[in-house]
């Protein structure tokens, strides 16, 4: 079975603050994929980033920023100088490599990031 | 716009009365979803169609639920004789790869009286 964890269920932060959404995974398979989607007001998840577990190397796209530790079964999200426009829910997600996933992601409970003007 | 769309948006429905959702996948994708998610929590997979194919299905989906994908483009999902407790927004989304990015669409915001 597996699992992906969001232990923060809300974050309130002050615009420009940098803020870390944690997400810890549980999964007895070696190749599996990992994701985050963001979930604004209008309701569409939208994809942020989708990182293999063989890929441990941190990656930055702009603000954002991801660290994959394989050790600690932990994806986390940094968001640096937050902005009003990032208030939304973020997910995290698990999906397995092998043949029967179908592209089965187990979602984590989201964490509700409001940033406050 | 090329995104997956949804139709309708919100649904109002009285328990014991049958509604359809329908999801227009991006064009080139052959992979379509559904997933449910009430509120407070992640999405959940309900099911997955590869083409006009139903691989997999949830448990959560009861008999009152069928999917259908009948040309491999566009889906549907059928609750029958809904209860309170399906309300819910259903989410479809579509992908080339199975482990690739799934594209979501708005969902469609079920509300059961």
């Known amino acids: 079975a597996q699992k992906v964890t969001q232990a923060q269920t809300e974050i309130s932060v002050v615009e420009k603050e940098d803020v870390t959404l944690d997400c810890v995974y549980e999964?007895?398979?070696?190749?599996?994929?990992l994701f985050w989607y963001k979930q604004p007001p209008s309701g569409e998840l939208v994809f942020l980033i989708r990182?293999?577990?063989?890929?441990?190397q941190n990656e930055i796209s702009g603000r954002y920023s991801w660290n994959f530790q394989k050790s600690t079964s932990s994806f986390n999200f940094t968001i640096t100088a937050s902005q009003v426009v990032d208030s939304a829910v973020y997910f995290c997600?698990?999906?397995?490599?092998?043949?029967?996933?179908?592209?089965?992601?187990?979602f984590g409970q989201g964490t509700i990031l409001t940033v406050h003007p | 716009d090329t995104g997956v769309s949804q139709d309708p948006r919100h649904k109002i429905t009285k328990r014991g009365q049958n509604v359809t959702f329908r999801c227009d996948p991006i064009?080139?994708?052959?992979?379509l979803y559904w997933y449910r998610q009430t509120l407070g929590q992640g999405p959940e997979f309900l099911t997955y169609?590869?083409?006009?194919?139903?691989?997999?299905k949830s448990r959560l989906l009861s008999d009152r639920f069928s999917a259908e994908r009948p040309k491999g483009s566009f889906s549907t999902l059928e609750i029958q004789r809904t209860e309170q407790g399906d309300s819910a927004m259903y989410l479809c989304?579509?992908?080339?790869?199975?482990?690739?990015?799934?594209?979501f669409g708005e969902g469609s915001r079920l509300t059961v009286l």
């Open positions: 999964t007895r398979d070696t190749t599996y994929y």
């Open positions: 989304a579509s992908s080339v790869r199975e482990t690739g990015e799934l594209f």
């Open positions: 990182r293999n577990s063989f890929d441990e």
């Open positions: 997600a698990l999906v397995n490599a092998g043949g029967t996933s179908y592209g089965k992601l187990t």
């Open positions: 064009s080139e994708h052959n992979r």
């Open positions: 169609f590869q083409n006009e194919a139903q691989l997999e």
